[in-house]
């Protein structure tokens, strides 16, 4: 088939020709995001293989309908960037890639959390000056804290259980909680949650339930000085009043692999520019606060498997086979089993 793939970097593409190599799909790769503007980019092909910026809305798909495509293979778990309704509508299959390594991303975050509570960044930026002073580098030991979960799919179910093997207490909420989870993990209300929890880490998807999930009042229902990380969706957090609770020093530390406002600004290179978003640079003006750009995903084990299950998706639609792994209005909840 013949496969234009956006927003596409070059670490994806030795995993995906690799994958690609006994099939011989012909790929186009271009590194513009699809948006209104660029989804002329897609003429001539069949399908098109996007990422968690690319805009998925109805005016776009009705372009991509109108250049007769019929299936957009998301290489990405989340789809909140997906106009799911005009989908359907408009008879376009969109199939993702439900799981690839939860492990990476729950360790990206146990990685942010580490380097948060024993302020690596910090140090480490004091040694390579010759600076060996160790004021405001205080931690707290993670064995005995109380963690809190913010959803118990693959990736919370993995979270889960590292902070277990770190000796950690484990709250969690989610409204279909998993039986198979864990000894140890107790399900709470969000509030015991948020007012118990030493940590918070956030692993729901971005829906219109978890929007703004925490604002203003969560930030303030959360103990003092309490650590939050969020490796799911940047719309989960009100960034405005994060950071009002960064300058009030209610919140202790923040650990962010995703922005609200990400897309356009992320996987792209503003060094020389300067960031023209001013929540954002706000955000890293803070010594407590470590972001890295939606990288959670980024280990050769997850890109080997996104291309694979990637590509078995663009087969089954190619040979007519049932679509495991497409997006339809129930996965927009998905019932445990
Ligand atoms: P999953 O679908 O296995 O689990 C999501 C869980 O969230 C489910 O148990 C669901 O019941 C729960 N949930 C739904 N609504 C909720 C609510 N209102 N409150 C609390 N929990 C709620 O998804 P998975 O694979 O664990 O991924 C979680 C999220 O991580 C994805 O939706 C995606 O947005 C993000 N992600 C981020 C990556 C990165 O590189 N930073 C990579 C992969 C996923």
Redesign the pocket.
């Known amino acids: 088939m013949r496969i234009v793939f956006f927003d596409a970097h070059s670490y994806e593409q030795d995993p995906f020709n690799a994958a690609n190599k006994e099939r011989n799909h012909q790929i186009t790769y271009l590194s513009t995001r699809l948006t209104r503007d660029t989804v002329r980019l897609a003429q001539g092909a069949e399908a098109v293989c996007c990422f968690?910026n690319d805009t998925l809305d109805r005016t776009v798909l009705e372009n991509l309908a109108s250049q007769g495509i019929r299936l957009i293979a998301l290489r990405?778990?989340?789809f909140?960037n997906l106009d799911l309704a005009a989908a359907v509508e408009l008879g376009i299959n969109v199939v993702r890639v439900?799981?690839?390594s939860?492990h990476?991303?729950a360790e990206?975050a146990v990685a942010l959390l580490l380097c948060l509570n024993r302020k690596i960044h910090r140090a480490s930026a004091r040694v390579r000056e010759g600076n060996f002073s160790l004021e405001g580098l205080v931690g707290f030991d993670l064995y005995g804290k109380t963690v809190g979960i913010?959803?118990?799919?693959?990736?919370?179910?993995c979270f889960a259980a590292i902070m277990r093997g770190f000796g950690c207490e484990v709250l969690a909420?989610?409204?279909?909680p998993?039986v198979d989870i864990a000894n140890g993990v107790r399900y709470v209300d969000?509030d015991v949650l948020l007012t118990q929890a030493d940590i918070i880490s956030l692993?729901?998807?971005?829906?219109p339930?978890?929007h703004h999930?925490f604002n203003r009042g969560a930030f303030e229902r959360m103990k003092r000085g309490a650590i939050l990380l969020n490796?799911?969706?940047g719309g989960l957090v009100d960034t405005a009043a994060l950071i009002k609770s960064l300058k009030s020093g209610h919140v202790g530390a923040v650990g962010l692999?995703?922005y609200e406002r990400e897309a356009g600004i992320f996987f792209e290179d503003w060094s020389s520019a300067g960031l023209q978003d001013d929540l954002l640079a706000r955000l890293l003006s803070f010594p407590n606060v470590l972001v890295t750009g939606?990288?959670?995903?980024?280990t050769d084990t997850a890109l080997t498997n996104i291309a694979q299950t990637t590509f078995e998706n663009i087969d089954a639609f190619q040979t007519g086979a049932p679509l495991v792994n497409a997006i339809t209005p129930q996965s927009v909840?998905?019932p445990?089993v």
Do not use: E, K, W
Request: aromatic fraction near 8%.
């Open positions: 968690v990405c778990a989340g909140n439900p799981a690839y939860p990476a991303v990206h913010v959803g118990t799919g693959r990736i919370g179910h909420f989610d409204p279909t998993d969000f692993h729901a998807p971005l829906t339930q978890t999930m490796t799911s969706r692999d995703v939606h990288q959670a995903f980024l909840l998905p445990r």
